[in-house]
């Protein structure tokens, strides 16, 4: 059963820092492309992040780029998503995905809020 776990969610201020955590199972993830997605209030899906499997190559989308760091630990099945300088509107639910562009699988996601 393929299952990705997210944590590291929370409720920060504006200028602070979070470190998210997905971790994975039920597939080799030194193979697979990850991603983090999110969800603002009533908004659509937003990709945030991808890691590629070789590098591994970084991406971000523009919003969050020089903010965010994504990273991957293949000995512990887990990608991170460092973020610092939080913004209000990177107030989201942020998931992780198996894949970068088209996604497999998905995790329950992680609430992140930025507010003072």
């Known amino acids: 059963e393929v299952q990705l776990v997210e944590s590291g969610g929370g409720l920060v201020q504006p200028g602070g820092s979070l470190r998210l955590s997905c971790t994975v199972s039920g597939f080799l993830f030194s193979n697979s492309a990850m991603s983090w997605v999110r969800q603002a209030p009533g908004k659509g899906l937003e990709w945030v992040s991808g890691?590629?499997?070789?590098?591994?190559?970084?991406k971000y989308a523009d919003s969050v780029r020089d903010r965010f760091t994504i990273s991957r630990d293949n000995a512990k099945n887990t990608v991170h998503l460092q973020m610092k300088s939080l913004k209000p509107n990177d107030t989201a639910v942020y998931y992780c995905a198996k894949g970068l562009g088209q996604y497999e699988n998905w995790g329950q996601g992680t609430q992140v809020t930025v507010s003072s």
């Open positions: 890691i590629d499997i070789n590098g591994p190559t970084e």
